[in-house]
C-alpha cells in the first residue's frame, strides 16, 4: 500500500511512495506526530539522480524489516533536496559542522522541535570500512532517545546554539576593488591544474563560475594567464569523458583529475552554466571547438530535458539498465571495443577505437570505455568521423535510456533561459531563443503568481507548494534580463523587475544588506540559511548581485544598484580568500569595476544596420554589458530613451558611469567601444 508520498509531485519522493517505510514528507504534521507518540524523528534527504541514495532505498528503505523497525520507532520524512533547499542547506550544514563532511543521501535524527542530535550520510545494510550498519545506527539512536533523553535534549540544543553562532563576516560593505580581483585571479593560478585544466584534485567539477570570472577579467584587464587556464579548461572538459561525445551535454562531475571518467548524471543547471560558458568562450576567441560544444549542449537541453509544457526538466539519472536488468550507472555511455565492432564493421569499429580512445582494458568498469577525444597525430577524416557518431548515437539509442527527473526547477530554468538566449543569437539559431521564450513563459504561467512570488518547482504544468528561496528569484530573473537583452521585449525587464523587488523586500537585511536564502515570511527552520560561496551553481547572494546590477543597469535603479553593491562586500571577504567558491560573485564585481556598460540600439525593426549593431553589441565582451534594442519611438526599455536616429541611420548609443560616448552608426566602431 502506497505511503504518504504518493500524492507529491517530486519524481525523487515518488519514487519511495511504495517503500514499506510509512515515509512523510517535511511538513508541520509529521513533528507533531512525533510529538504524540515521543519518537525522534528520521530526516532522510537526497535527490532523484543520486546514485548512492537509489542504493540505500534499495538495501534498507525497501527492506521489510528495516521499514518495520524504523516505522516502529520513528517519524519518517523524506525531503528532495532540489525541492527544498532550505531544509537541506540548514541540515547540511549541522552535519558538516559536527563531521567534517556532507553529502547524499544526508541522514539526520531530529527531535519533534526539528533539532538534530545525530548525522550521517549513507549506511550501509551491513557494517563495513569501518562505518557501522543502518541498524546499528537506529538500534543506537533509539536507545539514546530512550535511556538518555536528557543528554539528547542537551546535545540537540548545544547545537542549535552552535548554528546560531556560525554567523559569517560579510566583510566591511566596500565594493571590491582591482586589488581584490588581482588577489582572486593569484589564488586561482596556485590552485590550477596546468597539465589537466580545471582547479584542484580529485573529484574535478566543471569551474564554469570561475571560467566567467577569468574570461571577464581578461575582457578587462587584457590579462592572458586568465584567458589560458579559460580556454585550457573547457579544452580538456570538451575532450574528456565529462563531456557527451555523441550526443552533447555534461555529466556533473569527473571522478579523476583528468577528466576521463565522470559521475554520469545530468543535470540541467550544469549544462545551462557550461552552455553559456563555451558561448562567452566563442565570443571572446572564436574558438571552433567552443562553438561546437555551446551548440551541442543546447540542442541536448532542448532535446533530451525539454518537457511537454516547454521547460527544462531538472536531471538524468546515471543509473539504467546494462541489458540484463541490473541498473548499473554508466550504462547508457560506455562502449567496448566489440561493441563499436559490431555497430560500425571491423575498419569502422577500429576507426572508432582510435578517435575515442577506446582500449581493451578500459577506462570504465569491466573493460569498458567513456567516449574522449584524446589529443593524438592521427588526421582523421570529418565527414566519416560524422557518420561514425551519428551511427553509434543511433545504437545507443536503442539501449535503455536513463530515468528523468521531470520537475521545472524555476532557478535552473533560469539559467536556461540565459544560455540559450544568448547562444541562440551569437549562433543565429532563432529556434534556441525560441525555447528560451518558452521557458520563460511557463516561469510566468506556472511559477508567478501575483504577488510576485515563485514558486520553487513544478510538474506536468502544476506549480508545487514549496516557496521560491533567493537562487530563483535571482536566477530566473538573470534569464528574464538575458532575454530582454536578445528580444528587445520590454516585458521581461519588466517581469525582472518584480522578482528583485522581492529580492530587496523579502530577502536583504536592510541594515547590512546581507542576504538571506529564504523569504523574511518564510518557513521558520532552527535557523535561517545563509549561504554566499558558489558551488555547483551560483549562490542566490551572488546571482541576486548580478541580476541587481544588470537591472540597475538597464534601468537607473538607484536601490537595485545600492542592493548589488551592498551584496558584493561578501567578494571583497571571500574573493582573495576562496575564489574557487565565488565564482560568480567575482565575475558581477568584473562587471561592476568596468560600469557595466550600458548599450541602446535604435533603428527600425527588421533593418539590416539595425540588426548588424544589435548583434555588435550582443558580442561585445565587455563585463556584464546591457543591451536595449528598439525603435526610437519605443518606449519598452528605459535606455531607449531620447534616442534618435543618426541622421536616419540606425544608431548605437554606449554609456558608462554616467558618461556617454558620441552614438555611431558603424558596427567596427561599436565593436572596438565594447572591447578596449
Same mark, same amino acid.
Given at each position: 500500500? *502506497?505511503?504518504?508520498?504518493?500524492?507529491?509531485?517530486s519524481p525523487y519522493l515518488l519514487q519511495h511512495a511504495d517503500?514499506?517505510?510509512?515515509?512523510? *514528507?517535511?511538513?508541520?504534521?509529521?513533528?507533531?506526530?512525533?510529538?504524540?507518540?515521543?519518537?525522534?524523528?528520521?530526516?532522510?534527504?537526497?535527490?532523484?539522480?543520486?546514485?548512492?541514495?537509489?542504493?540505500?532505498?534499495?538495501?534498507?528503505?525497501?527492506?521489510?524489516?528495516?521499514?518495520?523497525?524504523?516505522?516502529?520507532?520513528?517519524?519518517?520524512?523524506?525531503? $528532495?533536496?532540489?525541492?527544498?533547499?532550505?531544509?537541506?542547506?540548514?541540515?547540511?550544514?549541522?552535519?558538516? !559542522?559536527?563531521?567534517?563532511?556532507?553529502?547524499?543521501?544526508?541522514?539526520?535524527?531530529?527531535? *519533534?522541535?526539528?533539532?538534530?542530535?545525530?548525522?550521517?550520510?549513507?549506511?550501509?545494510?551491513?557494517?563495513?570500512?569501518?562505518?557501522?550498519?543502518?541498524?546499528?545506527?537506529?538500534?543506537?539512536?533509539?536507545?539514546?532517545?530512550?535511556?538518555?533523553?536528557?543528554?539528547?535534549?542537551?546535545? !540537540?540544543?548545544?547545537?542549535?546554539?552552535?548554528?546560531?553562532?556560525?554567523?559569517?563576516?560579510?566583510?566591511?560593505?566596500?565594493?571590491?576593488?582591482?586589488? $581584490? &580581483?588581482?588577489?582572486?585571479?593569484?589564488?586561482?593560478?596556485?590552485?590550477?591544474?596546468?597539465?589537466?585544466?580545471?582547479?584542484?584534485?580529485?573529484?574535478?567539477?566543471?569551474?564554469?563560475?570561475?571560467?566567467?570570472f577569468l574570461l571577464r577579467h581578461h575582457a578587462r584587464t587584457?590579462?592572458?594567464?586568465?584567458?589560458?587556464?579559460?580556454?585550457?579548461?573547457?579544452?580538456?572538459?570538451?575532450?574528456?569523458?565529462?563531456?557527451?561525445? =555523441?550526443?552533447?551535454?555534461?555529466? /556533473?562531475?569527473?571522478?579523476?583529475?583528468?577528466?576521463?571518467?565522470?559521475?554520469?548524471?545530468?543535470?540541467?543547471?550544469?549544462?545551462?552554466?557550461?552552455?553559456?560558458?563555451?558561448?562567452?568562450?566563442?565570443?571572446?576567441?572564436?574558438?571552433?571547438?567552443?562553438?561546437?560544444?555551446?551548440?551541442?549542449?543546447?540542442?541536448?537541453?532542448?532535446?533530451?530535458?525539454?518537457?511537454?509544457?516547454?521547460?527544462?526538466?531538472?536531471?538524468?539519472?546515471?543509473?539504467?539498465?546494462?541489458?540484463?536488468?541490473?541498473?548499473?550507472?554508466?550504462?547508457?555511455?560506455?562502449?567496448?571495443? /566489440?561493441?563499436?565492432?559490431?555497430?560500425?564493421?571491423?575498419?569502422?569499429?577500429?576507426?572508432?577505437?582510435?578517435?575515442?580512445?577506446?582500449?581493451?582494458?578500459?577506462?570504465?568498469?569491466?573493460?569498458?570505455?567513456?567516449?574522449?577525444?584524446?589529443?593524438?597525430?592521427?588526421?582523421?577524416?570529418?565527414?566519416?568521423?560524422?557518420?561514425?557518431?551519428?551511427?553509434?548515437?543511433?545504437?545507443?539509442?536503442?539501449?535503455?535510456?536513463?530515468?528523468?527527473?521531470?520537475?521545472?526547477?524555476?532557478?535552473?530554468?533560469? &539559467?536556461?533561459?540565459?544560455?540559450?538566449?544568448?547562444?541562440?543569437?551569437?549562433? $543565429?539559431?532563432?529556434?534556441?531563443?525560441?525555447?528560451?521564450?518558452?521557458?520563460?513563459? &511557463?516561469?510566468?504561467?506556472?511559477?508567478?503568481?501575483?504577488?510576485?512570488?515563485?514558486?520553487?518547482?513544478?510538474?506536468?504544468?502544476?506549480?508545487?507548494?514549496?516557496?521560491?528561496?533567493?537562487?530563483?528569484?535571482?536566477?530566473?530573473?538573470?534569464?528574464?534580463?538575458?532575454?530582454?537583452?536578445?528580444?528587445?521585449?520590454?516585458?521581461?525587464?519588466?517581469?525582472?523587475?518584480?522578482?528583485?523587488?522581492?529580492?530587496?523586500?523579502?530577502? %536583504?537585511?536592510?541594515?547590512?544588506?546581507?542576504?538571506?536564502?529564504?523569504?523574511?515570511?518564510?518557513?521558520?527552520?532552527?535557523?535561517?540559511?545563509?549561504?554566499?560561496?558558489?558551488?555547483?551553481?551560483?549562490?542566490?547572494?551572488?546571482?541576486?548581485?548580478?541580476?541587481?546590477?544588470?537591472?540597475?543597469?538597464?534601468?537607473g535603479a538607484e536601490p537595485h544598484r545600492t542592493a548589488a553593491?551592498?551584496?558584493?562586500?561578501?567578494?571583497?571577504?571571500?574573493?582573495?580568500?576562496?575564489?574557487?567558491?565565488?565564482?560568480?560573485?567575482?565575475?558581477?564585481?568584473?562587471?561592476? &569595476?568596468?560600469?557595466?556598460?550600458?548599450?541602446?540600439?535604435?533603428?527600425?525593426?527588421?533593418?539590416?544596420?539595425?540588426?548588424?549593431?544589435?548583434?555588435?553589441? =550582443?558580442?561585445?565582451?565587455?563585463?556584464?554589458?546591457?543591451?536595449?534594442?528598439? %525603435?526610437?519611438?519605443?518606449?519598452?526599455?528605459?535606455?531607449?530613451?531620447?534616442? *534618435?536616429?543618426?541622421?536616419?541611420?540606425?544608431? !548605437?548609443?554606449?554609456?558608462?558611469?554616467?558618461?556617454?560616448?558620441?552614438?555611431?552608426?558603424?558596427?567596427?566602431?561599436? /565593436?572596438?567601444?565594447?572591447?578596449?
Amino acid at each position: 500500500m *502506497p505511503n504518504r508520498l504518493a500524492h507529491e509531485t517530486s519524481p525523487y519522493l515518488l519514487q519511495h511512495a511504495d517503500n514499506p517505510v510509512d515515509w512523510w *514528507p517535511w511538513s508541520a504534521e509529521a513533528f507533531e506526530e512525533a510529538r504524540k507518540r515521543g519518537v525522534p524523528v528520521l530526516l532522510s534527504v537526497g535527490y532523484s539522480s543520486c546514485h548512492w541514495c537509489h542504493v540505500m532505498a534499495h538495501e534498507s528503505f525497501e527492506d521489510e524489516a528495516t521499514a518495520a523497525y524504523l516505522n516502529e520507532h520513528f517519524v519518517n520524512v523524506k525531503v $528532495d533536496r532540489e525541492e527544498r533547499p532550505d531544509v537541506d542547506a540548514v541540515y547540511m550544514e549541522a552535519v558538516q !559542522a559536527a563531521t567534517g563532511q556532507g553529502g547524499w543521501p544526508m541522514t539526520v535524527f531530529l527531535t *519533534p522541535d526539528a533539532e538534530p542530535f545525530y548525522f550521517g550520510t549513507y549506511f550501509p545494510p551491513a557494517p563495513r570500512h569501518g562505518m557501522p550498519s543502518f541498524r546499528q545506527v537506529l538500534e543506537g539512536v533509539r536507545g539514546a532517545w530512550t535511556d538518555r533523553r536528557g543528554e539528547v535534549a542537551e546535545v !540537540a540544543g548545544k547545537i542549535v546554539r552552535d548554528l546560531a553562532e556560525r554567523e559569517m563576516s560579510f566583510g566591511s560593505g566596500e565594493v571590491p576593488g582591482e586589488e $581584490d &580581483l588581482a588577489g582572486a585571479l593569484l589564488g586561482l593560478t596556485r590552485e590550477y591544474d596546468a597539465s589537466r585544466g580545471g582547479f584542484g584534485g580529485a573529484p574535478k567539477f566543471p569551474p564554469s563560475m570561475v571560467i566567467e570570472f577569468l574570461l571577464r577579467h581578461h575582457a578587462r584587464t587584457g590579462s592572458e594567464g586568465a584567458l589560458q587556464m579559460a580556454q585550457d579548461t573547457c579544452e580538456r572538459m570538451a575532450r574528456g569523458g565529462i563531456y557527451d561525445q =555523441l550526443g552533447g551535454g555534461f555529466a /556533473r562531475y569527473s571522478v579523476d583529475r583528468e577528466w576521463v571518467v565522470p559521475h554520469f548524471e545530468k543535470m540541467l543547471y550544469d549544462n545551462a552554466l557550461l552552455c553559456r560558458v563555451y558561448a562567452h568562450l566563442w565570443r571572446t576567441t572564436g574558438s571552433e571547438l567552443a562553438r561546437r560544444v555551446a551548440l551541442e549542449t543546447a540542442d541536448f537541453m532542448v532535446g533530451e530535458l525539454r518537457t511537454n509544457e516547454g521547460g527544462f526538466a531538472s536531471a538524468l539519472d546515471a543509473d539504467s539498465d546494462d541489458g540484463t536488468g541490473r541498473h548499473v550507472e554508466g550504462a547508457y555511455y560506455v562502449w567496448t571495443p /566489440r561493441q563499436l565492432r559490431e555497430v560500425l564493421g571491423a575498419e569502422d569499429g577500429e576507426l572508432a577505437a582510435r578517435y575515442f580512445g577506446v582500449t581493451e582494458e578500459g577506462t570504465f568498469e569491466e573493460g569498458s570505455s567513456v567516449l574522449q577525444l584524446p589529443q593524438q597525430d592521427e588526421l582523421f577524416d570529418a565527414e566519416k568521423v560524422a557518420g561514425t557518431r551519428r551511427r553509434l548515437l543511433a545504437a545507443r539509442a536503442e539501449r535503455s535510456a536513463p530515468g528523468r527527473d521531470d520537475k521545472i526547477v524555476a532557478a535552473w530554468n533560469g &539559467l536556461a533561459v540565459a544560455a540559450l538566449a544568448e547562444t541562440g543569437a551569437y549562433f $543565429d539559431r532563432p529556434d534556441l531563443v525560441d525555447a528560451a521564450i518558452a521557458a520563460a513563459d &511557463l516561469l510566468v504561467r506556472v511559477h508567478l503568481d501575483d504577488r510576485a512570488r515563485l514558486s520553487r518547482t513544478s510538474k506536468d504544468g502544476q506549480a508545487g507548494a514549496n516557496a521560491g528561496v533567493l537562487e530563483d528569484y535571482a536566477d530566473v530573473a538573470e534569464g528574464f534580463l538575458a532575454l530582454a537583452s536578445v528580444t528587445g521585449e520590454g516585458v521581461w525587464l519588466e517581469f525582472a523587475g518584480f522578482l528583485l523587488d522581492q529580492v530587496i523586500m523579502q530577502f %536583504t537585511d536592510p541594515g547590512s544588506g546581507a542576504l538571506y536564502d529564504t523569504a523574511a515570511d518564510a518557513e521558520r527552520l532552527i535557523r535561517r540559511p545563509q549561504d554566499p560561496t558558489d558551488n555547483a551553481t551560483p549562490s542566490g547572494w551572488s546571482a541576486a548581485a548580478g541580476a541587481l546590477l544588470s537591472y540597475a543597469a538597464q534601468t537607473g535603479a538607484e536601490p537595485h544598484r545600492t542592493a548589488a553593491e551592498r551584496a558584493l562586500g561578501v567578494v571583497k571577504a571571500l574573493g582573495p580568500r576562496a575564489p574557487r567558491f565565488i565564482g560568480w560573485g567575482l565575475a558581477v564585481a568584473e562587471a561592476l &569595476l568596468d560600469g557595466p556598460r550600458e548599450v541602446a540600439v535604435v533603428g527600425p525593426e527588421g533593418h539590416p544596420l539595425t540588426k548588424a549593431l544589435h548583434r555588435t553589441a =550582443l558580442l561585445g565582451t565587455a563585463p556584464g554589458a546591457v543591451v536595449a534594442v528598439g %525603435t526610437p519611438e519605443s518606449d519598452e526599455l528605459p535606455l531607449l530613451a531620447d534616442r *534618435p536616429l543618426v541622421q536616419g541611420e540606425p544608431a !548605437a548609443y554606449v554609456c558608462r558611469n554616467f558618461t556617454c560616448d558620441a552614438p555611431t552608426t558603424d558596427p567596427d566602431r561599436l /565593436r572596438t567601444a565594447l572591447s578596449s
